[in-house]
């Protein structure tokens, strides 16, 4: 069955740096044959799109993580990876790796970030 699972959360001071892997199985194909995206979910707040890496390779970036956030793919690994730079308190959430088949959305459970000031 198709299952993603994601590491490298954990708790990290502002300022600091933390990387991200999505770890992907399942797939009769490679996943550079998808779209792959990162959300957070920080307490008391919506589900938002952090970055987007096409099928095509171009990346997409939330106007707030531009420069800091740098999506990217092994597509040999089947991992796709969020390097997550000069972090803020406000970069706390819950992070979650996605992709969409059609009209099936498939999700991991998520990694917890916690950045202290």
């Known amino acids: 069955q198709v299952q993603l699972v994601e590491s490298g959360g954990g708790l990290v001071q502002a300022g600091g740096s933390l990387r991200l892997s999505c770890a992907a199985s399942g797939f009769i194909f490679g996943i550079n044959a998808m779209d792959w995206d990162w959300y957070r979910q920080g307490e008391g707040n919506e589900r938002e799109l952090v970055a987007r890496?096409?099928?095509?390779?171009?990346?997409n970036y939330a106007d707030s993580l531009m420069g800091r956030f740098t999506i990217s793919r092994n597509n040999a690994q089947n991992t796709v990876y969020l390097q997550m730079n000069s972090l803020k308190p406000e970069d706390t959430a819950v992070y979650y790796c996605h992709t969409q088949i059609h009209i099936m959305n498939y999700w991991g459970k998520g990694t917890l970030v916690t950045v202290s000031s």
């Open positions: 890496i096409t099928s095509g390779g171009s990346t």
